[in-house]
């Protein structure tokens, strides 16, 4: 199993120098990857009463693939997975060779998580109707598997139309690993049938059930269960609603995950009282520790 670390989006800071600390820190401790969360635009919630997420517009939020872009060059070992980017409001040709030119910067280290996101602004914000956003979703990933697949593939879908046309470079991976996230049950479908892997995002989700119960939808697909990835993110800030808090009960956890099958897990310090980088490196080099 891989274990990892979640970029600390919103606690970090906006000084390039900690974020290239943060991430040659946790490639030095042994962890295998880095995921980071993702939002374009956040709400103002002055404006909107009763609203009661940990993100808005004075949160800083990296775009992921900028983000990796820029931690490709500092890092040798680690592997990079967005989790998940907010794929229906942004264009998928875009996106496509945005994620090829940073799997090639990384020299494969690349998997592109892809989700549907809770937050109607950014679909109002980048101009996309909230109402086809799962259908809109299946179509870009297909787009984005031929253009990093097929040197000039012919398309015509609902909301994409390629004639003839293909773009360099493409990935050093024959097509970059597309993760979705999602606990709805049109979520949990779709990583069945078209993920090379899933995250799990229920924060009281039971590993073995959990593990059992996707397993036997891939194979309902017609898939190998164990084609398709499972990553757990495992929260140690009570903003995760329950999630543990000591460095035992995480690394408890994770080896929970470990007997289920998962195949993935990701630590998130976020919301923990870990603001300051070296606490924050500290325990997670007392989570790696205890792991062995």
Request: glycine letters at 10%; proline letters at 6%.
């Amino acid at each position: 199993m891989q274990v990892g670390v979640v970029f600390p989006q919103m606690e970090l800071g906006e000084e390039s120098r900690v974020i290239r600390e943060f991430a040659t820190s946790v490639e030095a401790l042994g962890f295998d990857h880095i995921l980071a969360y993702d939002h374009v635009i956040g709400p103002n919630p002055a404006s909107r009463p009763g609203y009661d997420r940990p993100f808005s517009h004075e949160s800083v939020m990296y775009d992921p693939l900028v983000l990796f872009g820029f931690l490709a060059g500092i890092t040798s070992q680690l592997t990079f997975a967005s989790g998940v980017l907010v794929m229906p409001p942004r264009q998928a040709v875009l996106v496509a060779k945005q994620a090829a030119c940073v799997d090639v910067f990384t020299e494969g280290r690349l998997r592109l998580g892809v989700g549907l996101g809770w937050n109607q602004l950014e679909y109002e914000a980048l101009g996309t109707e909230w109402s086809t956003r799962a259908e809109r979703l299946e179509e870009q990933v297909e787009v984005m598997r031929r253009l990093w697949t097929e040197p000039s593939p012919t398309y015509h879908g609902k909301w994409h139309h390629i004639s003839d046309g293909g773009m360099r470079p493409r990935p050093q991976q024959h097509g970059i690993p597309v993760w979705f996230g999602g606990d709805s049950e049109g979520a949990k479908a779709r990583a069945a049938r078209l993920g090379d892997g899933w995250f799990p995002l229920d924060f009281a989700a039971e590993p073995v059930r959990t593990v059992r119960d996707f397993r036997a939808r891939v194979q309902l697909a017609g898939r190998e269960p164990d084609q398709v990835g499972i990553e757990r993110i495992i929260g140690v800030g009570i903003h995760m609603r329950g999630a543990v808090q000591s460095v035992e009960s995480i690394t408890s956890e994770i080896e929970a995950w470990h007997a289920a099958g998962a195949t993935h897990v990701s630590i998130d310090t976020l919301a923990a009282g870990l603001e300051e980088l070296p606490r924050r490196l500290d325990f997670l080099a007392s989570v790696k520790d205890r792991l062995g």
